[in-house]
């Protein structure tokens, strides 16, 4: 991050303050692969990681020693900075397909946020390199795109695609910046903020997101988000409809330190930086810490289908979602919530 003086000690490509797009330095699994209805990008869902645990890779530990809050995201940004440049080379984010037109977002967040998106102004939180922001504003209609994300290459390999698919700089813009940062250096408000697939995992206090997003929410903008539902997050990937297998606590505090070298989307990438650190958060402290934030939440709905392979013994169906046998739709896998800040 460079400290500009601009909009805030973050680097985007505003010229800002910071280094511009010259200067610095997803895939979705509703991908590609899958001739379903889900959307192009990415090839085959499982290999993206949703919003908990590394999955096979990485076993979820107890908290690193020694270490504070500020240790743990700098690592994370290390891991996320070597995940960034071997991303957008898988499968699982189909870079191609987004070239090649095709949408990188899914069935679910199209019909829930799609039309209140079209025209508005969006700010896009841990938009990774930046395949849905800029298909938001590519094939979602909306005016202008800003992604934030605290990956200096992930932002670097955004500003690239942009430029690859001649989208204008003044539609989509992309801020390397820490989110949980957000009130001191984002200046702009959007109608529209929106965050989706690995996002709270990251993230060690939800009450900083929270007024992040309302910060930079006009009055009576929309916050839309889709994720992993925190109820499996405590399972164990072997877990089965006969053996549900738990790994760690639901009220889970302390960080889940983790070595993988890989991700979701990949295994031996080689990497250096492979231990990594993610939080359980549970739906009372999403909803709490928005409400608190001063928004006013307008749904949460609980979806028995998961958007990755989330345990080994989960079956893919034609809709590209993926289900547990033996329990098929009795389990909430998957979350999606809208709220609004009144005007
Ligand atoms: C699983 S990915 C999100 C995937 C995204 N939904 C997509 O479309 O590919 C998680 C992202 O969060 C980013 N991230 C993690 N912690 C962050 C933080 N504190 N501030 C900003 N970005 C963060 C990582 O760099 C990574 O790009």
């Not at 095709?102 to 967040?109: A, Q, S, V």
Request: proline fraction near 4%.
């Amino acid at each position: 991050m460079t400290d500009d003086g601009g909009s805030g000690g973050a680097d985007d490509d505003e010229g800002a303050g910071g280094a511009d797009d010259e200067g610095s330095g997803g895939a979705d699994d509703e991908g590609s692969g899958g001739a379903d209805d889900e959307g192009a990008g990415g090839a085959d869902v499982h290999d993206r990681e949703g919003s908990g645990g590394t999955g096979p890779g990485g076993e979820e530990g107890s908290a690193a020693e020694g270490l504070d809050h500020e240790d743990y995201v700098a690592e994370n940004r290390a891991h996320w900075d070597e995940l960034a440049e071997h991303h957008p080379d898988t499968d699982a984010y189909d870079v191609e397909a987004f070239l090649d037109g095709e949408t990188t977002l899914r069935r679910l967040e199209r019909e829930e946020l799609g039309d209140l998106a079209a025209g508005s102004r969006l700010l896009h939180l841990q938009c990774h390199f930046g395949l849905d922001t800029l298909t938001w504003v590519r094939d979602g209609g909306v005016a202008h795109a800003t992604g934030v994300d605290f990956s200096e290459t992930a932002v670097e390999t955004a500003r690239d695609l942009r430029d690859q698919v001649g989208i204008d700089h003044d539609r989509a813009r992309f801020v390397e910046a820490d989110v949980l940062e957000l009130p001191a250096v984002l200046e702009d408000t959007y109608e529209v903020v929106f965050t989706s697939y690995g996002t709270v995992y990251w993230l060690p206090d939800l009450d900083r997101w929270a007024e992040g997003i309302a910060h930079a929410l006009e009055p009576g903008g929309v916050f839309y988000m889709a994720d992993g539902h925190p109820f499996v997050e405590p399972f164990h990937w072997e877990s089965t409809a006969d053996d549900p297998q738990v790994a760690h606590s639901y009220f889970n505090e302390d960080p889940l330190t983790f070595e993988h070298d890989g991700s979701y989307a990949g295994e031996g990438f080689g990497m250096e930086n492979r231990r990594a650190h993610g939080y359980s958060h549970p739906v009372g402290e999403i909803l709490t810490a928005l409400v608190d934030a001063g928004l006013r939440i307008d749904f949460w709905h609980d979806h028995p289908w998961s958007f990755f392979q989330r345990f080994d013994a989960m079956e893919e169906r034609e809709d590209g979602r993926w289900y547990l046998p033996g329990l098929e739709g009795d389990l909430p896998f998957t979350f999606s919530l809208k709220a609004h800040l009144p005007e």
